[in-house]
């Protein structure tokens, strides 16, 4: 609708052909492969997607730049992972870690109006070093997986929370460690 650029970033192999089937599916109607939800092409067949706009980085996020153990679920029909260990499975990728300061860099970009996070456990390292680098989206979807995977024994989500909000972040609305965040402050 906005004809924005949107950036994709997982380093997953399935969120890998899943973007590669999804170009194919706007520019020639070719139907995707594995286990899509039922209402998927109901939701973006009539969508005039310009697949120019769609930008995809094969890395994961976090709070420098590594390799790491990306963990994978025990049931292999399940597509996320995760960078905390004890999270899902044993079973792990190696994959490339970056800052979003450094992603930004690199496509010489000074502003964020959307990020939506749903990083499986790596938000908390992720937000609080974008937040060191004062880098503030206008707007913040974040799942708190730590929150909810009852992984958080430090309380690090409610710090982070507490920060965000310290740092000028209005929650619009926290259904169920869900949170949408509006940057307030005016520049």
Not at 49 to 76: A, C, R
Not at 116 to 144: H, Q, S, T
Not at 149 to 157: F, G, L, P, V, Y
Request: with cysteine.
């Amino acid at each position: 609708m906005y004809n924005c650029n949107i950036f994709l970033i997982d380093p997953t192999r399935r969120a890998v052909n899943h973007f590669e089937e999804f170009k194919q599916f706007c520019m020639h109607k070719t139907p995707f492969t594995g286990n899509i939800q039922k209402d998927y092409y109901t939701k973006i067949e009539n969508l005039h997607m310009n697949v120019d706009k769609f930008h995809y980085e094969s890395i994961g996020l976090w709070n420098k730049k590594d390799t790491l153990k990306f963990y994978k679920q025990h049931n292999p029909n399940y597509v996320s992972q995760s960078i905390i260990e004890n999270m899902f499975g044993n079973k792990y990728d190696i994959v490339e870690v970056n800052t979003i300061k450094s992603i930004m860099e690199k496509h010489n970009h000074t502003k964020i109006d959307l990020l939506k996070l749903d990083i499986e456990g790596a938000e908390i390292k992720v937000l609080n070093n974008m937040l060191d680098d004062n880098i503030f989206p206008r707007y913040l979807c974040i799942e708190f997986d730590l929150k909810l995977k009852n992984k958080d024994s430090q309380n690090e989500t409610e710090r982070l929370m507490n920060r965000l909000t310290e740092n000028g972040y209005k929650i619009l609305i926290n259904d169920d460690w869900n949170v949408t965040f509006e940057y307030t402050v005016i520049s």
